[in-house]
């Protein structure tokens, strides 16, 4: 994979500020920006107002969480983000955690490849202007919007049963801290299988690390927590880093190994030798590098990261 595929994300306080990161990454040649959708600004809509203001930059969910929303709305979303941004659009999609869609929304978070496997098929049938007549378990919709867009539709991944089923349905997968090796062994294994089950060939997978443009420890370990700490304490992460020879997870924080695989971080020509790296071991067809501010300012520290990214 060409470093042309590299993309970053980053999170924002506000979508103001989230607007005019979007509008500095493509000034400073960065190919991709992906947004995440939690408890910070909402990616669809921050889109929806990047879109007329940029001009090359691609654009991507990374994800949208689906128990919380209805296909046919987010369906709507993109195709309109789709129309003033054309070509330029992707949209990611994935049931998040349990902790976070029980607690934040009251939603109980019951069999979730099944409802993401509904939703990927309905939205993916209503982008292409079909209509939709779907009598599921999670979901029964029946009719179409006013008009289809051209946008892949990926869906979030982390463990070989949600990448077997993005290889069977969706255009694409994308992980969340995922070591370079268990993509290699593990993704792209189950993505093939699922692929073969409806016999057409592997999808795209984009492969998602954090990035520290810092040489002091000090400063990586502050973007960990700062950053990262939430996620040693999920089960499906921690079963994950298992399964990708890193059994410490299970203590529910990060150990050095695991910052390793799925944190870049040094001076700048480090970081490119990791990148680099990353995408050989990994097999990715594209890449997401997450912005870990360090440093006192924060601000100053996302601008030197983008531009690191775009003269990649």
Known sequence: MARENVGAAFAGQTSAAMLAAIRHAEGAGVPAVWLTTGAGPDAMTVFAAAAPVTRRIRMGTAIVPTFPR?????????????????????LGVGPSHAPAIETRFGIPY??????????????????????????????????????????PVIASALRAGSFELAGEIADGAVTWLCPAEYIRNVALAAMDRGAAKAGRKRPRLVAHAFLGLTTESAALERGVQESLSYYPKLRNYQEMFVAAGLPEAREGKWSSRMVEAVVIHGDDVACAKKVDAFLAVSGADEMILSVMPTGPDRLVSLHRTLEWIGRL
Request: proline letters at 5%; zero cysteines.
């Open 70 to 90: 209805h296909p046919v709305v987010v369906a709507q979303q993109a195709a309109d983000i789709a129309q003033i941004a054309p070509g330029r659009f992707t």
């Open 110 to 151: 019951i069999k979730p490849l099944e409802h993401l496997r509904e939703f990927v098929t309905i939205t993916k049938g209503l982008l292409q202007g079909e209509q939709v007549d779907f009598d599921g378990t999670r979901y029964k919709v029946h009719g179409k919007l006013a008009y289809g867009a051209d946008v």
